[in-house]
């Protein structure tokens, strides 16, 4: 397969997806991005920017960078565009720039940017490490990458359910066959390595939810992770990783961890690292 080629997103276009994706990055916003902060008219290219999920607390945190937001698919972008307009007020709005992009060949000059943004985007690539090494070009050199990715395998919960384990694994075994990798969050630091970033640092933002923390266990557990992984339901029917009886099962599960006495827990990984 050629590099460039997109690997289908294994989540899917709906509206529900878009909606799950709000969710999430609203849901976490102060976990994954409070430490993000872009000085004034620095140049801040957000790379697989989707829905704009992300893009919204990028330019609320740091409304003075000057933004361009990437992405393969236009409806996407279109999204995008539409939530930061609903979000931001117009001059804010203004400083975003889009772009229909292909993250292995950018249409930018090297060094253009002062710093890079890439959350939730290397797990559904075929290629990650030769992304990254793409990224490195139009970096300049001392700039800043963070990159924020989950790891699948880092959820547990209670009621432990073999059922909804199973679940996870099928989505997990789902976006491998695609091309990607939900496992990919524990990889970053030598994958940043590798692709020729200097001082990378790899830290832990784990999402823990139970009754004291009921916006969490909504935000989250409910409508974020869960919902995620009932949405590749008919696909893993249809490839016959399991049948309708088990999968009820397993999602039922996952949803008795979001009730009284349940709990979840998560990992991401965040990391930051340098163009020498």
Known sequence: MNMTTPVPYVHGYSENEARRLGDQADTLAELLHADTRYPAGSRVLEAGCGVGAQTVHLVASSPGMHLTSVDISEESLAQARARVRAHSDAHTSARVQWHRADLFDLPFADGSFDHLFVCFVLEHLRYPLKALAALRRVLKPGGTITVIEGDHGSAFFHPDSAHARA??????????????????????????????????????????????????????????????????????????????????????????TAQAGGTFHYTFFKATAVRP
Do not use: C, K, N
């Not at 990889?187 to 832990?204: F, H, I, K, N, S």
């Not at 004291?212 to 992770?225: I, K, M, N, Q, W």
């Not at 990783?241 to 999968?247: E, Q, Y």
């Open 167 to 256: 679940a996870i694994g099928h989505l997990v075994r789902l976006q491998a066959e695609a091309g990607g990798d939900s496992l990919i969050g524990r990889r970053l630091q030598p994958l940043l390595t590798e692709a020729g970033y200097d001082g990378v640092t790899v830290r832990p933002r784990t999402v823990y939810a139970d009754a004291t923390r009921p916006a969490l266990v909504e935000g989250f557990t409910r409508d974020t992770f869960t919902a995620m992984v009932a949405g590749v339901g008919a696909q893993a029917l249809a490839a016959g990783l399991t049948t309708r009886a088990d999968w009820e099962r397993g999602i039922a599960g996952l949803h008795r």
